[in-house]
């Protein structure tokens, strides 16, 4: 399973490789917060695209082969972006990383169902999200670390060593998922019909999609936040608040209670931990601050770990177009989350992102409630 988490941390470092240097991007290009948002916005938006694409196409010709060709598309797009002259040229060449993103990240939830859950259970979706907590916080804390010493062109540019090197692990020793790997489905409306008929899918998608939009929303403007009064930290200090990531590491405790539980409920637990946390972040306390940012992390990852697991369970048949309608919604949901928001912080500062924040908790936790009677 290694080759494989190696490729997910990969990914998910480019897809966020942006978050923690939107001020010092605005600084370059001379743009507005939430228009540098748009660096992660359209990465998302394009990777909810890539995945009625990508889903299907595993389906025919293999999850392993998905994966490794979409890691080794994503270098030459990562190598470009360092040297990107312009913000439209840099948002154009993220929109070509995120249309490549879908053949790992989406494909990944039916791999691990497929090649990996029947030995490890549960623990492989865990272990699966444990990997983009790893990446998230190379994305983040490496490349403003990197930003602060160098320049965020070379923090960007050395990323794109991280894909490749995680094709050619992929190419020596990823094994093949069990059936051979193709399946004789199609994407069409019929199809996309039946499998949304489940009430399981709907509710997984929308509690995974209100929190992953809360996470973007608050992840992309706290560091604006803590370079203005009163923390006024420098940017590689504040660079250093994505270090609350590990606790996404409890993405496989996640796993486990959710094969005790259920996913759903684990799910619900998860969003009330993330809302505590957006409430305790409100309060101009520094420490408080990062405990919020903390809450919010553990509620994401736990959360998005049952939520995976209740897209796998909700059907037998056609994973990865239940995979593609799933990752679609949610990365529409974060693509929103990375721009919206920053609307509400330039109007109403951190206050407004919390509000809006919250109000997508609610939607994903009514969903899951309802799903529950249901």
Known sequence: M??????????????????AILPELGRTFDVSPSRAG?????????????????????DRIGRRASLVLASAAIVPPTVLVALAPSFELLLALRVL???CMPGLITVGVPYIAE??????????????????????????????????????????????????????????????EPGGGRRATRLSLPDARRVLRSP????????????????????????FRL??????????????????????????????????????????????????????????LLPLALAGLALITLGNFSGVTAAQLGVAASTERDRGLASALYFSAYYCA???????PGLAFERWE?????????????????????????
Do not use: H
């Not at 080759?3 to 978050?19: D, G, I, K, N, R």
């Not at 974060?334 to 721009?339: F, I, K, N, R, S």
């Open 115 to 176: 090649a990996y859950a029947p030995e490890l259970g549960s623990r492989a979706m865990g272990y699966y999200v444990s990997a983009l907590v790893a990446g998230g916080l190379i994305g983040r804390v490496a490349v403003a670390l990197v930003t602060a010493a160098a320049s965020w062109r070379v923090a960007l540019g050395l990323l794109a060593l991280l894909p490749l090197a995680s094709t050619v692990l992929m190419r020596r020793g990823l094994p093949p």
């Open 227 to 284: 370079e203005r009064p009163p923390f006024s930290l420098s940017p590689a200090v504040a660079g250093l608040a994505f270090l609350v990531w590990v606790m996404g590491a409890a993405g496989p405790a996640a796993g486990r209670a959710a094969d005790r539980r259920g996913w759903s409920l684990v799910a619900l637990g998860a969003i009330g931990t993330a809302a505590a946390g957006i409430a305790v972040s409100l309060v101009d």
């Open 38 to 58: 748009l660096s992660i916005s359209v990465v998302i938006g394009a990777l909810a695209v890539g995945a009625w694409f990508w889903g299907p196409l595993s």
């Open 334 to 340: 974060g693509a929103l989350g990375a721009y919206l």
């Open 2 to 19: 290694a080759p494989f988490l190696v490729a997910a941390a990969a990914m998910f470092a480019v897809m966020y490789s942006t978050q």
């Open 350 to 374: 951190w206050p407004g992102v919390g509000a809006l924040c919250l109000a997508a908790y609610a939607v994903g936790a009514s969903a899951l409630l309802l799903a529950r009677r249901a």
């Open 97 to 99: 990383q995120g249309l």
């Open 200 to 223: 399981t899918l709907i509710a997984a998608t929308l509690a995974g999609s209100s929190l992953f939009f809360a996470f973007m929303g608050t992840f992309s403007y706290v560091e």
